[in-house]
């Protein structure tokens, strides 16, 4: 037998205290406002909890379930916009008022018609299944925290459509026995107790996977820096041949000298930018030095890793000399390439491939140069260009 007033008590009791905790983490980090979001919507629930209880105590149990409902949807309402606010989701006060306006009249309007348990549970089970399809779609990782929290929300989706769908078909008054929606509040209070739990840990998830990203970036390009793109290059399917590419920008002590660091610094974006735009979707991106860049290619021959180099010299070069880079014109590179199996040490490849970089400075500049090292493990056959 399950005793509604003390799953009650504890619910209202889980929720305050994460409510308290929530804002106390909020006040420490300000930032994003997810938390304050979600410290608002547990207080909320507590609150339609509170007048739930007071309209059964005071004989008055349909105003305290339509009033309690119409705070419970803003709760979830106030769920909503701290997962948003968590991804950095941009939304306009404006549209978010018309359609928290929206809800409510609607909300009322069919309060009116039909029995106002069926309205909530419906109304409650969509915006649960909106918060679901929320945390999947702005996920950037699919954590399995993230996996539990939209499960949970799905099985509040499913138990309030499966309440709504049984008082709509009138079991409560053909069978004269409440049991089974008794199990379904239950089910839902016990759910929500859950979610609320998680909160925290989900913004946890997410603040790390941010970090580590900002960790692995270069603040300059926003290209992998010589951490990311080992840690992301070790990642190479085996057996799969893999190919290095070291670029230098050619005379860029001359471009710093001539324009100031705020132009070499534009020279390093310009250079940056043409190399994400010109590489495949799978290939890596890193800076590994002040003006050196490195690419991971996977799949590839020597002689198509050379075209891909040569294409992208010839774009930096082209674009700079069109006006791409003002006020630098004729931006060259150097670039060494050299290939091998994926199982080929990956410190080691680009050594050989910054070697082969220095054949074309040495050369004279501005090409390409694919490296064959038999002392490398495993490497391809390619052909000197």
Known sequence: MIHTPTLLL???AINLMSG?????IHSLKPGRGNFLYWSLSAFLFSLSILLLSLGVLGGHPALGIRVGGLVSLMSILLLLAGFCALYE?????????GGVAVLLLLYLGLSSLAPVRIVLALMESMLYLWCACLIVSLGRQQKRVLHAVALIYLLHFTILLSQGGLLLLGVEERMGDGGWLDLIFFMHMVLTIGSVLLLPLVAYVETEEALLALSERDPLTGVLNRRGLFRHGEGTTPGQTRCVVVLDIDHFKRVNDQFGHGCGDEVIRYVAGVLVAEVRK?????RIGGEEFA????GVSGQMARDICDRIRRQIETGSRQGACLPCEGVTVSMGVVCASAEADLALMLTKADAAMYRVKEAGRNGVHLAFEPALPRLVESSEG
Do not use: N, Q
């Not at 308290?20 to 106390?24: D, R």
């Not at 799978?282 to 890193?286: A, E, F, R």
């Open 89 to 97: 989701r941009a939304w306009h006060p404006r549209a978010v008022g």
């Open 295 to 298: 690419i991971i290619m996977g």
């Open 20 to 24: 308290l905790i929530m804002l106390f």
């Open 282 to 286: 799978d290939d890596l991106v890193g």
């Open 10 to 12: 504890i619910s209202l």
